[in-house]
């Protein structure tokens, strides 16, 4: 069955600091790969993709995130983190652009 | 506006009442797409239409859901004889063919 896992339900992490966070997905064919970013009580918006080509992607607002299909993940990273970086963040994967299988998100706390 | 928009932003409606939902997508987006997002959850594919056409409904929950986009743009999602499990937010999302998905804000549903 097709599924995405974010081990992480709750990270805290200091400004400055780098950021890891982490991606696992089952699927059946090559993926394509998402990951959005949810504030309180909005929808949500688009971090950065994957579709194919370079495995490392870059994104908005500083995040990367590297595709490694010997591990079926795609983990989002930001060397050095705001405290406007504080939100849910969204692991996706889909086939083309159709319908999206969302993981349970992570949540992200940032301290001054 | 350039944006998806959903309307009503919040609902609250008694168990047992029909609600709904309406999504305006971004002009020009061919594909729309409603998810179901639970408290603490990630967001769960409803359904999915290409222009009028709904070529996927596998994510309705019960025959008590139903979605429609009569002329290719503007849809609703209409739940009869609402039940407590259905609050959630529902959230719309528009793409062009081969796009990523852009996310509305969301209707927050809660039923008494």
């Known amino acids: 069955a097709q599924s995405v896992t974010q081990p992480d339900i709750h990270i805290t992490v200091s400004e400055g600091a780098s950021l890891e966070l982490r991606c696992n997905y089952s699927?059946?064919?090559?993926?394509?790969l998402f990951w959005y970013v949810q504030s309180p009580g909005q929808g949500l918006q688009l971090l950065l993709k994957y579709f194919s080509g370079d495995t490392l992607v870059q994104g908005i607002k500083g995040f990367e995130a590297e595709f490694k299909r010997s591990q079926s993940s795609f983990n989002l990273r930001k060397p050095s983190v705001h405290w406007s970086d504080a939100a849910e963040y969204f692991c996706a994967v889909g086939y083309n652009t159709d319908k999206l299988i969302f993981g349970t998100g992570t949540r992200l706390q940032v301290f001054p | 506006g350039a944006g998806v928009s959903q309307s009503p932003r919040y609902k609250v409606a008694k168990r047992g009442q029909d609600v709904a939902l309406r999504c305006d997508p971004i002009?020009?987006?061919?594909?729309l797409f409603w998810y179901q997002q639970a408290l603490g959850q990630g967001p769960e594919f409803l359904t999915y239409?290409?222009?009028?056409?709904?070529?996927?409904k596998s994510g309705l929950p019960s025959d008590r859901f139903f979605a429609e986009r009569p002329e290719g743009s503007v849809s609703t999602l209409k739940i009869q004889r609402t039940q407590q499990e259905d609050s959630a937010v529902y959230l719309c999302?528009?793409?062009?063919?081969?796009?990523?998905?852009?996310f509305g804000d969301g209707t927050r549903l809660s039923i008494l």
């Open positions: 239409f290409q222009n009028e056409a709904q070529l996927d």
């Open positions: 999302a528009s793409s062009r063919e081969g796009q990523p998905q852009h």
């Open positions: 002009s020009g987006h061919v594909s």
């Open positions: 699927y059946g064919a090559t993926p394509y």
